[in-house]
């Protein structure tokens, strides 16, 4: 069974929201803009479809005028797990950039480390990992 992906709609940031994920995790970027689909109901250059696809994968498009766009509340993205502890410190110092840190990505009383962000484009992030024993 293949896992739920993250589809977000952006406020006309698609673009460069998808292009920075694509810088911090790496993957195959595609975008497709409204002029492509043949869509008239926003400007042309806007992304009607994009797809992010590799270790993180992530769908995000442009809203149209009138549709509601990403506003996160009571939903983290989880990265438990997903990578080795040093590429999960490079991804979380970078999802930081220009974001929020909620709390640091450190060694918890429990003994495992995780932190949780909120990145510059309003998504919340929990990434972390179990210590070797």
């Not at 993250?6 to 803009?33: C, K, M, N, S």
């Not at 930081?96 to 009383?109: N, S």
């Not at 995780?114 to 929990?126: E, K, N, P, T």
């Amino acid at each position: 069974m293949a896992a739920p992906a993250p589809y977000i709609i952006f406020p006309g940031t698609a673009r460069e929201a998808l292009t920075f994920y694509r810088d911090v995790f790496g993957g195959q970027l595609t975008l497709h803009t409204f002029g492509e689909f043949s869509r008239d109901d926003g400007p042309a250059e806007l992304i009607a479809h994009g797809l992010l696809h590799g270790d993180v994968d992530l769908f995000g498009a442009d809203a149209a005028p009138g549709e509601a766009t990403v506003k996160v509340e009571g939903l983290m993205f989880s990265l438990l797990g997903a990578a080795d502890p040093t590429t999960l410190h490079g991804w979380f110092d970078r999802l930081a950039e220009r974001g929020t840190v909620l709390e640091p990505l450190e060694v918890k009383p429990w003994g495992a480390a995780d932190g949780q962000l909120v990145d510059r484009f309003g998504v919340r992030w929990l990434i972390g990992y179990e210590r070797p024993d």
